[in-house]
């Protein structure tokens, strides 16, 4: 029997290895929802990740007002609101789900219970993709092998799979795969019968597997870019792709017609699904729905025609072959500069796309954790990062691209190419921003086992199924023709493979699966006390708000305010709290400078917290609303991250460091910590010295504090004391503090002039936790004083604080002293009592 394998042995390895993918599906979903008991709380809570709540806030409200969505949201970024920068598809995929197991009317337990799990099971699916992209690049012990290394892959692709990470990021995975897989297999089979348009316009059925495949391609790229609108990365790896398997094809003499067929089918299929998403009023921008996705899908179409009507302009008049590539080149320079020409806004974006994506960012966006380089941290170069998400098998994916390059050289199949530009530019992709870490896995998984396969082949691994397939007619004689057949050197060689390639991810992925990232018990407590607390913005969170018109400002009532705290909390604010952030994780809101120091240091949750001084804070409260009258926040949030770790990155935000931080000898050698400047800021004035001195800034409510040692608060306190002779108490306070902007109440009195009048009070809070506040200044005849405190409690309406003094302020200076009680209206009117 020849080693031509019938359709039946076809059949039977096919099921065999799908067995295989389903297991490693089974494996990749129980790893990814291991966390399952940790995430659901009690009370019915899921402790869903920070983008995560966003999302299941857009799915709530879909939900309640299906099929119509959220395309503008006024309850973030406040007072200006904020557009959805993501694709509607993924949070229509939750919600179908939802009403469709809830039969039109599902629980809100049951919608949260489906997004949870959501990302797990979309992550866990991408083994079969993966599967037939190996088998179709090589061979199926490719595929299989690829398949279980992204089960098990680490990092940032397990991360955003993981049970409540319920993010569009899975999708964005999800669907790219299988547009890519798409295309390689239009490719593969309109090669192999070299498809032309003759073909099509006689009807010819074998014309029909390709472009079925080409249109399915069209349709995973729609549904790639309504999840996420930067998809057009993926059709320019396409396009380059076709550039260069045009020239191959055009050197070698060989027909293009069925790359143009298929390359034209797909963009024309994608752009017919996104078309009624396309908001006009966006113009041109790569982060919304706009022109510019009709525009670089045209743009791809073109190129295929042009790329197929040279290559047969060329070929009749029968010139250099290594003429055509020279055309393409000069032709796209040629396009590039007409576009600045013509349109210097749409070349602005074409090359702000090229160069966000694959350059290292410096200053704020530096300290967006997915936004840095995979290869440099805090400015140095690393393989840290490298090994967190991918262990071995990066540095095998770049042997295996040498291997495919090779292979690519020597064969030219197209489908080679297609994976090797792919891998390359998601390369380039992560050294710009490590969030691609989520794309490339799955090249790493894909050339990983392409590198197996390779390594089990020079050992005789071929031979062997060859001669399976001659020789095995049952079950039965299967243990007889392994003993046979596998020697020792294949059983080293498959342990070895095990130890180098699959065990590290493994052993990777077990480790980052034990938890799931979600909303921590102290900010889940002071968003809930917030939230049962403090007014009602009047806003509601249910309903679909209409975008203002071009140059206007969405129309807030009277009663609506912001809540100022960093950037990463703006979601948790808004979703559990119901309440509106001035600042939000798409890095909206944080204000300070993006280029130079010379730049306008713009208001922000950056400049608020960073300010130097009370005065200079509330004049960024006041600069943020467009409202001469009227600050941009009434509560202020701090949490024990932002005062110590974060706070370099709320600098950085301004690209104004230094000073923050000083060297000091100490015992132990020279030291960085907290210097002068530190102090003096506003995120120190609050959370380090509990907001104790301020004016118009009181704290309302705490957290628990953190565990001893869980943080460096009693560090930073401990320096202040040492340096600068403080006498802070060396004890944790709240991990989450919540203070509230008011105008304060003004006592006014006699003194003789050059006394020095203290004003005091002993603040308790809801934890039990005292301390101090006081303010003093020099009398010339008369001072005055603005303090925070009601020392007669809430007043119904208004914050109902949990933190109050304990008696009346004390007012001293010389031998006198005086006791003066102020009123919640007194504060929050700012009237004047006369002592």
Known sequence: MNNARLPLARVKDDLTSLFIVSISFIIALWIRIRPAETVFLPNGFVRFSNDALYHMRMVEVLIHNYPHGVFYNPLTVYPYGSLIHFGPLFDHMIALTALAIGLGNPSTELVNVIGAYFPAVMGALIVFPVYFLGKHLKDRKTGVIAAVLIAVAPGQFLNRSMIIFTDHHVAESLFST???????????????????????????????????CAALAGLMYAAFQLSWPGAPLFGMIVVIFAVIQYSVDHLNGKSTDYLGIVGIITFLVGLIFVSPFIRSEMGISPYFYSWFHVLTAFAAVLAFVYMSIVHKQLDKRHLKPIYYPLVLLATAVMALILLRVASPSSYG????????????????????????????????????SVWYNFAMGFFISIIAMFMLAYSVKKDKRPEETLVLVWTFIMLLAIYGQNRFAYYYAINVALLSGYFAAKVLDLVGWKKIEAAYHDKVKSIREIPGFLSKNIKAAHLITIFMLLLLVAYPSYSLAMEQSKYASGVNGYWLDSLFWMEANTP?????????????????????????????????????????????????????????????????????????????????ATAVLNAIHPDPDKAAARYIISDVEMATGKFYAMTAWTL?????????????????????????????????????????????????????????????KNVYNVLFGGNLPLTDSG?????????????????????????????????????????????????????????????????????????????????????????????????????
Do not use: C
Request: charged share 20%; net charge negative; hydrophobic share 35%.
């Open 656 to 716: 104004d460091t230094e000073g923050y931080y000083v060297s000091v000898q100490t015992d132990s050698g020279i030291q960085h910590v907290p210097g002068q400047r530190y102090y003096d800021s506003m995120e120190a004035r609050l959370h380090i010295f509990d907001g104790s001195g301020l004016q118009q800034y009181r704290l309302v409510h705490e957290s628990p504090a953190a565990p001893t040692g869980h943080t460096s608060e009693t560090g930073y």
């Open 349 to 384: 974006v074409v090359t702000s796309i090229i160069t966000g994506i694959f350059q290292i960012h410096i200053g704020g966006m530096s300290t967006v954790g997915e936004a840095s380089s995979i290869f440099y941290r805090g400015g140095a170069f690393t393989l840290s």
């Open 735 to 835: 991990y989450v503090k919540t203070f509230e902007y008011v105008e304060g109440a003004t006592i006014t009195g006699t003194a003789p002039a050059g006394e020095t009048v203290t004003i005091s009070n002993t603040i308790q809070t809801n934890q039990g936790r005292s301390f101090t506040y006081s303010q003093s200044a020099t009398s010339d005849g008369t001072y005055s004083f603005t303090v925070p405190y009601s020392t007669e409690g809430p007043i119904p309406g208004e914050t109902q604080f949990a933190v109050r003094p304990t008696g009346a302020y004390t007012i001293s200076y010389g031998e006198v002293t005086q006791q003066v009680s102020v009123d919640e209206r007194a504060v929050l009117d700012g009237n004047v009592i006369e002592v």
């Open 178 to 212: 299988l547009f890519i897989l798409f295309i390689m297999l239009a490719i593969i089979e309109a090669k192999r019968i070299n498809l032309s348009i003759r073909m099509i316009q006689h009807k010819e059925n074998q014309a029909v597997k390709p472009i079925l």
């Open 536 to 616: 009602d913005p009047g806003m509601d969170f249910l309903e679909v708000y209409e975008a203002p018109e071009s140059g206007e400002r969405f129309e807030y009532p009277d009663t609506a305010y912001g809540v100022m705290s960093w950037w990463d909390y703006g979601h948790e604010i808004e979703t559990i709290a119901r309440r509106l952030p001035n600042a939000n994780p798409f890095q909206a809101g944080i204000g300070g400078r993006r280029v130079s120091i010379d730049d306008v240091n713009q208001p922000g949750s950056a400049t608020f917290f960073t300010a130097s001084s009370e005065e200079e």
